[in-house]
């Protein structure tokens, strides 16, 4: 008894339940089989008459009593063993009234049933060629290929090879190579065939013609042979539970899709999978015109390989591509950073290099927005679209990326002006950053095999299409695609560009809290210089009038001592003066630092002071210092004569007075130090005495401004400084530079 047919219906297509159809294509036979004892649970009804043995010998028998007797035991076992199918094909030898038929078994678990799939290839037409392939023939048909492809210039010539190999081991009238787009359409991309075939090539088709659970079935099933579309389903018997054909090599074919195939005018095909990563790339499609071609097992076999292969191939070629068309964007990529590197102001280098960045990911429009300012350049919207579309994503999800190729579609309300803005790539860099790059509208004449469009007749109750002419379609308000490679180096320079917004923010902040530290230096040299200056000012200006006065009253005597004390006054001035414009001056030095032999500075300075420390009774001891200090020696010098002259100073009545500069060596840095027996410094002054104009002792000649140049120094080198020290106990003075002190060399 053969399967009724139904009656279609088109509005169920997408939800037409394909992997278990109830029934089988009649070349070949099911049976389902008891995984305890092997048992047959349920067969297609044209098992009977093709292993020539009545029903009631198959069903709720143990398969493997109409097995050749001394293969039982190892077909037992392979079918035990059927939930991993690399045994496939199975050499079936049946009895059936004391005939041995061999078939070719597939064999495969679903549920709780193992299915045996049995194909005489002797039964179908083979087109007058040899039935199987060698091992040979495969090996030879893979590594061909796979030369031949890797030696490619382009995908196109790849996917030519890749047919004619493949057309050339299956002997299929036409083979295609079909590469599904982001939206499941699909187009030829590659094509050999017959000589008096209509091209194929570069036609696309329509995703409703391969509806999505299809799909999904070509990647659980990398092969499918349809061998004759005018074959008459056989169905299961007895009927029950719908048992789920999704790994069965002879599951029945669609309605809708045998139509569609007859439209076309194929007779047999045949359906390779094609997997990145287990995701559907494309297909390799075989079709065959005027008779069924039946490809026996062993052959559809080499062809999954093959397909595994070749697709793995096919996606390094597309990424060698990518990787060509990318790399010497990576080299304009790493100039533009190098040049942006270099740029004082961020925003003007972006705009000043505008240019290459819109050619690093190929638009033909940029916008560089910050904060409120939008600089555009090249071919961009009005800047009031701009903003609208900024505000846009600013109240979207908090993405790296917006990247499109049909703004008009993805955001109508806006109305995107298509001849500048029809794909558009923007980048998010934070702290109120964003690049937009601009493609504009790139009119596509798509060539459709069929129109796509075409309406569901309604007095037919199926309807695929039942033209396949080339229709063309000219796709308006999209931009060129941004391709991987684009998105890529978008990713690049959006890490490069954050980083020098990092920098400059940091460098921002340094400045503006070296600004605040500077203002704050003002403010008190301002109030002490005025504090100090007024003092010799009060001086000069009381003497003067008691000198006038002098004078008036004829007491010479008088006048000239208050002139003596208007010229002290004017000196201590004047020293003042000066000391303040050295003050000034620390830091200020038209070249670079240099590395600073500390052992020959330390001996002029031993030289400088030997004269007055004699005189003063100064025990003055200087360590060998072995160390190279990079910085200023004009500086360094003062800044080791104001400690030694600040410990002779306040040391002066000290009794057998000892100053001692020393070194100790740190894991990072180099600490040296002035150290003296002298009075000593109150705790409560220690960070005070480094201020400008700070003085511990008022009866002193000093003027507050020798230990302020140790600190500015100090700071100009990156070093630390401080003082250790208690009243009565001496004071050690010690600068602690870091790193780039390094032991001299010459010692």
């Known amino acids: 008894m053969k399967a009724a047919p139904h009656t279609p219906d088109t509005t169920a297509c997408d939800r037409e339940v394909i992997h278990a159809p109830g029934s089988i294509q009649p070349h070949g036979i099911l049976l389902a089989l008891d995984p305890a004892d092997l048992r047959v649970r349920q067969m297609s009804e044209n098992a009977p008459d093709a292993v020539g043995l009545p029903g009631a010998d198959l069903l709720d028998r143990p398969i493997l009593d109409h097995f050749v007797p001394q293969y039982r035991d190892e077909l037992g076992k392979l079918l035990a063993e059927s939930d991993t199918p690399f045994s496939n094909p199975l050499r079936v030898p049946l009895l059936a009234g004391g005939t041995e038929t061999v078939f070719d078994g597939i064999a495969h678990r679903t549920g709780d049933a193992i299915i045996l799939e049995l194909e005489n290839r002797n039964d179908v037409n083979s087109a007058d060629r040899p039935s199987s392939r060698s091992l040979d023939h495969h090996f030879q048909l893979t590594a061909r290929s796979l030369m031949r492809v890797r030696g490619a210039a382009s995908m196109a010539e790849a996917a030519a090879i890749v047919c004619e190999e493949l057309r050339g081991f299956t002997a299929f009238d036409r083979v295609m190579l079909y590469r599904f787009a982001p939206d499941f359409h699909g187009e030829v991309i590659g094509e050999a065939r017959r000589d008096n075939l209509e091209p194929f090539l570069g036609l696309h088709y329509p995703a409703s013609d391969i509806p999505k659970q299809a799909r999904e079935l070509y990647k659980r099933n990398w092969i499918r042979l349809i061998y004759d579309v005018h074959a008459v389903p056989a169905g299961l018997v007895p009927p029950g539970e719908p048992l789920d054909l999704s790994q069965s090599v002879l599951r029945s074919v669609s309605p809708i899709h045998i139509e569609y195939l007859k439209n076309m005018g194929v007779r047999s095909s045949m359906s390779i999978s094609l997997l990145d990563q287990d995701e559907l790339w494309g297909l390799i499609a075989c079709h065959h015109y005027e008779a069924p071609l039946f490809v026996p ?103 790296e990326y917006f990247a499109t190729s049909s703004l008009p579609a993805e955001l109508p309300q806006f109305d995107p002006p298509a001849d500048t803005a029809a794909g558009v790539l923007a980048i998010d860099l934070g702290v109120d950053w964003r690049l937009l790059f601009f493609r504009p509208e790139d009119i596509e004449t798509v060539r459709w095999g069929g129109d796509p469009n075409k309406a569901v007749d309604p007095d037919r109750p199926l309807t695929p299409r039942a033209s396949f002419a ?278």
Request: charged residues 25%; aromatic residues 6%; contains cysteine.
């Open 297 to 399: 097992y062993s052959m559809r076999a080499s062809c999954v390989h093959y397909g595994l292969v070749i697709a793995a191939q096919l996606t390094a070629k597309e990424l060698q591509i990518s990787h060509e068309d990318e790399s010497p964007r990576h080299l304009s990529l790493n100039d533009l950073t190098k040049k942006l590197s270099g740029a004082k102001n961020f925003l003007e280098g972006l705009r000043s290099h505008a240019r290459p960045l819109m050619d690093l990911v190929r638009a033909s429009g940029i916008a560089i927005a910050h904060e409120d300012e939008v600089v555009t350049a090249g071919s961009t919207p009005a800047t009031s679209f701009i903003r609208r579309l900024l505000d846009h994503l600013d109240d979207g999800p908090d993405t």
């Open 470 to 747: 080339e229709w063309k379609e000219s796709v308006r308000g999209k931009s060129r695609p941004w391709s991987d490679a684009d998105l890529h180096l978008a990713h690049e320079l959006r890490a490069s560009l954050m980083a020098f917004i990092v920098q400059q923010n940091f460098q921002f902040e340094r400045l503006h809290r070296e600004l605040a530290e500077k203002n704050k230096e003002i403010e008190q040299f301002a109030y002490t210089v005025s504090h100090d200056l007024k003092s010799p000012l009060v001086t000069v200006n009381g003497y003067a009038g008691a000198m006038e006065e002098d004078l008036d009253a004829g007491d010479e005597a008088a006048a000239r001592d208050a002139l003596q004390r208007i010229q002290r006054a004017a000196k201590k001035m004047e020293n003042l003066i000066e000391e303040l414009l050295e003050f000034s001056r620390i830091g200020r030095h038209p070249g670079v630092m240099t590395p600073v032999d500390m052992a020959r500075l330390m001996n002029e300075l031993r030289a400088d002071f030997a004269l007055r420390c004699e005189e003063a009774g100064v025990d003055l001891e200087i360590d060998p210092l072995d160390v190279s200090i990079t910085g200023y020696e004009e500086d360094l010098y003062r800044l080791f004569q104001n400690l030694l002259d600040n410990a002779l100073k306040y040391g002066r009545d000290t009794p057998n007075l000892r100053i001692s500069i020393h070194h100790e060596r740190l894991p990072r840095a180099v600490r040296i130090a002035v150290s003296d027996n002298g009075p000593g410094v109150d705790p409560a002054y220690h960070e005070r005495i480094f201020h400008l104009f700070q003085r511990v002792d008022s009866s002193t000649q000093g003027s507050g401004v020798g230990l302020a140049s140790v600190a500015k120094i100090a700071e100009q080198h990156r070093a630390q400084f401080g003082v250790n020290s208690a009243l009565g106990k001496g004071a050690t003075f010690w600068v602690q530079f870091p790193a780039r002190a390094q032991r001299n060399p010459s010692n």
